[in-house]
């Protein structure tokens, strides 16, 4: 198991942008994959981006072009940056690891983005 708490949530208006942080308590964290999710109130969590312990990246089609997905692990540190954000960007975001599993097996607590119109 690694600790994972992330930073950097807020309230922002439309167009505006916002860096999240999920700082890991281990450096475990250089070999895991690394994930971000999110969940709007009544709706499920989703997936916004990956990246491997490598760098490589992936995201969803409704973040690309707008979010950038990084990690530094001599900080054992993964970030979010979020520009052009929308209304419907609101939600609670949660960085997530995968460690010698195939499934998301650590989360962070979340912390709150809220996007004004």
């Known amino acids: 198991q690694v600790q994972l708490v992330e930073s950097g949530g807020g309230l922002v208006q439309a167009g505006g942008s916002l860096r999240l942080s999920c700082a890991a308590s281990?450096?475990?964290?250089?070999?895991?994959?690394m994930g971000w999710f999110r969940q709007a109130p009544g709706k499920q969590r989703e997936l916004v981006a990956t990246?491997?312990?490598?760098?490589?990246?992936n995201y969803a089609d409704f973040v690309k072009g707008r979010f950038t997905i990084s990690r530094d692990n001599a900080k054992n540190t993964m970030y979010l940056q979020m520009n052009n954000l929308k209304p419907e960007d609101t939600g609670v975001y949660y960085c997530?690891?995968?460690?010698?599993?195939?499934?998301?097996?650590?989360w962070g607590q979340g912390t709150q983005v809220t996007v004004s119109s």
């Open positions: 997530s690891a995968r460690i010698y599993a195939p499934t998301w097996n650590n």
């Open positions: 281990d450096s475990i964290f250089t070999i895991a994959s």
């Open positions: 990246i491997t312990s490598g760098g490589g990246a």
